[in-house]
């Protein structure tokens, strides 16, 4: 069965840094690899947007201009899992933060993981 488990969420002050984890299992190795995983956030009210992605085996990545500079994704493909390392946080980073792996005819969630910004 195939499970996506965020973790290391918080409340950060406003400039801090936190990291991301996102825990994949249920694949095989090889099945693992041909996924792009990606990062999404959803504030209060607000619809879900894509944060940052990684490739497949290349890791070639990708960021939402609001974050780049500040964010960096990685995935280690032994472990099955994807990071998000979030630095420079600000109040409007405030959201679910959730992970996402697809590849063709397959996609799946995570269930989230919170981050709040606040002094």
């Known amino acids: 069965q195939v499970r996506i488990v965020e973790s290391g969420g918080g409340l950060v002050q406003p400039g801090g840094s936190l990291r991301l984890s996102c825990a994949a299992s249920?694949?095989?190795?090889?099945?693992?690899?041909?996924?792009?995983m990606s990062w999404y956030r959803q504030a209060p009210g607000k619809e879900r947007d894509l944060v940052a992605s990684?490739?497949?085996?290349?890791?070639?990545?990708s960021y939402a201009d609001s974050v780049k500079g500040r964010f960096t994704v990685s995935r280690d493909n032994v472990q099955k899992t994807v990071y998000l390392q979030m630095n420079s946080l600000k109040p409007e980073d405030t959201a679910v933060y959730y992970c996402?792996?697809?590849?063709?005819?397959?996609?799946?969630w995570g269930q989230g993981t919170q981050v709040t910004v606040s002094s």
């Open positions: 996402k792996a697809v590849r063709p005819f397959r996609t799946y």
């Open positions: 990684i490739t497949s085996n290349s890791g070639g990545t």
């Open positions: 249920g694949f095989t190795f090889t099945d693992y690899i041909g996924y792009t």
